[in-house]
């Protein structure tokens, strides 16, 4: 099945600061079927993540604007809490940021996806569902 | 009838024909065996795929906790394997866990979803042989098949890192079978097709030559037979007319002076004793000498006497104590030859029944139209077995075929013991 009906209408973001410190974030519905969600960091930085049906799969992307360039980030996507992708990657451009996209099995149920992103003591965690 | 048989017994009608025929069955043939060939063709094309896609593929690429259901390890199999899987005639692929559970698929709703497996995947996933059947389609496993005619699924043994059997499952479509029946089928038929075009081709026209070699020899044989058959009621004719303005009359008159010698007086009583018997032996002789004329060649023998003739021939039935019936009609204007045919083999379809039949009644009829001319000679005796070569009269029937077939007729003898026997001939009026 191709396009797959959103099943959770809800985004649920929040950051998590290491010292348990909650910040608020935000949630809604980009395109016909996109969920968008996002949030800032434990430092200044910013996240961004968005889920969209592919081709029977479900498209995840997450982006960091960190307004530094030549950061180098380590990031995990974790889909139903088991890690389905993880890597590093730099921060470029004026805006400093970076973004990575992965294709999740469109499993039965709603997908629960967390994107998290750290560099030295700056941490960014957004989840969202599907 | 007849217009319809005329053309079949036209050998060039007979090849073509036979050849459209060949055509049509080697068509049909030729369909049956190479659907089954590409069948089989096709099944070991799957069979050999699906080992690659599951060996060289799947297995390798396959990552701890797979197994297990762990979304993680789903989601990087399926973005390592999936484009590699489905390619060329894949419709589906499908990892089973021997308690029926699917732990991997391209369509991702059937992950974690559990169904019974039949015995022929419990028997793979034990021996590790690769199998192959039609998909039921309506088994839930394939609720999200769409293909109108059929897959076809190829399953075989796997491991995961674990060291857990696994049964990777692939599925093709049907209609790949029948494109490759079409990839087999269509340049043989061809070939068929041109190879039976260009037998015809050059068959036909070679078999008109030699039909017209064959219907000009058998022509000119008929006209030879004719003549042989017109020769030989010629000389016949003059053999008879010599005997009987030569010998016969030459013993008439030594009979006639004989007995006129013998009346003589003055001759001893043993000596007219022995003219008067040389006499009787030379009227004996006479008689039996004019038997053997009516027979080489009956006085009067053509059409209009063909029925008189037929009377004197059965006379000697009458004779003997059997009853006979003569019919003639429609042979006014029969060829001389033709009307001698029809005598002879009477004649000699009466000696038989009067030498071996012990019939009670004989009938000879003979009926003609404008084509030709046809002779039933039947008796009620005693028959015999056509199977047998050595019964009485078998010699003389013989002879009776070959005489017909050399006078361009056609002659039928049936009997059976205790059924009398009918001769049947027909010939055609030139």
């Known amino acids: ?130 | 009838m007849t217009g319809l048989r005329r053309p079949l017994t036209n050998p060039l009608v007979q090849f073509v024909v036979a050849s459209l025929f060949l055509f049509g069955l080697t068509w049909w043939a030729t369909g049956i065996f190479s659907q089954r060939a590409a069948r089989a063709e096709a099944l070991a094309d799957a069979r050999v795929t699906t080992e690659l896609l599951a060996h060289s593929i799947a297995e390798p690429a396959m990552p701890r906790r797979l197994v297990a259901g762990d979304p993680g390890a789903i989601d990087r199999f399926d973005r390592a394997v999936h484009d590699r899987l489905m390619t060329g005639d894949v419709r589906r692929i499908k990892i089973w866990r021997d308690d029926g559970t699917v732990v991997y698929s391209d369509e991702t709703e059937l992950i974690g979803k559990r169904f019974a497996l039949d015995a022929e995947q419990l028997s793979v996933l034990r021996s590790g042989a690769t199998e192959s059947s039609l998909s039921d389609l309506r088994r839930r496993e394939n609720e999200f098949e769409t293909e109108d005619d059929g897959l076809l699924e190829v399953y075989t043994k796997i491991e995961s890192p674990e060291g857990q059997s696994l049964l990777f499952e692939a599925y093709f479509s049907v209609d790949t079978v029948k494109q490759r029946s079409a990839e087999v089928l269509t340049p043989f038929r061809r070939i068929t097709a041109l190879s039976l075009l260009a037998l015809l081709l050059v068959g036909v026209p070679l078999l008109g030559v030699l039909t017209l070699r064959l219907t000009r020899a058998s022509r000119a044989r008929e006209r030879l037979m004719q003549r042989a058959v017109q020769s030989s009621e010629a000389e016949r004719r003059r053999i008879a007319r010599d005997l009987h303005d030569g010998v016969v009359q030459e013993l008439a008159g030594t009979a006639f002076a004989l007995s006129g010698t013998a009346r003589e007086p003055g001759l001893s009583d043993g000596l007219r004793e022995e003219l008067l018997g040389s006499s009787r032996a030379l009227r004996r002789s006479l008689r039996q000498l004019r038997s053997l004329l009516v027979e080489i060649h009956p006085p009067g023998l053509d059409a209009s006497g063909l029925g008189a003739a037929l009377e004197d021939l059965t006379a000697p039935a009458a004779a003997a104590g059997v009853t006979t019936a003569v019919s003639v009609t429609g042979v006014e204007g029969a060829p001389d030859h033709v009307v001698a045919l029809v005598w002879r083999v009477a004649q000699e379809a009466t000696r038989n029944t009067l030498r071996h039949a012990h019939a009670s009644h004989l009938t000879v009829d003979v009926r003609g139209d404008e084509r030709q001319v046809r002779l039933t000679v039947q008796d009620d005796g005693i028959g015999f077995d056509d199977a047998d070569p050595a019964r009485p009269g078998s010699y003389g029937l013989r002879g009776l075929q070959s005489l017909v077939e050399d006078g361009g007729g056609r002659v039928r003898v049936d009997s059976a013991p205790g059924r009398g026997t009918t001769v049947r001939m027909v010939v055609e009026r030139p």
């Open chain 1, 1 to 130: 099945m191709i396009a797959r009906t959103v099943l959770a209408v809800t985004a649920v973001t929040a950051l998590t600061l290491p010292g348990g410190l909650v910040a608020p974030a935000y949630a809604s519905h980009g395109g016909a079927n996109d969920v968008r969600a996002g949030g800032t960091c434990s430092g200044s930085a910013h996240w961004k993540l968005k889920a969209k049906p592919d081709d029977g799969r479900i498209e995840v992307e997450g982006e960091i604007d960190s307004n530094v360039a030549g950061q180098r980030w380590r990031w995990t996507f974790k889909h139903d809490g088991s890690v389905s992708a993880r890597g590093s990657k730099r921060t470029a451009g004026r805006s400093g940021s970076f973004s990575v996209e992965r294709r999740m099995a469109n499993l039965s149920g709603p997908d629960h996806f967390v994107f998290r992103a750290t560099h030295g003591k700056q941490t960014c965690r957004g989840t969202i569902s599907f």
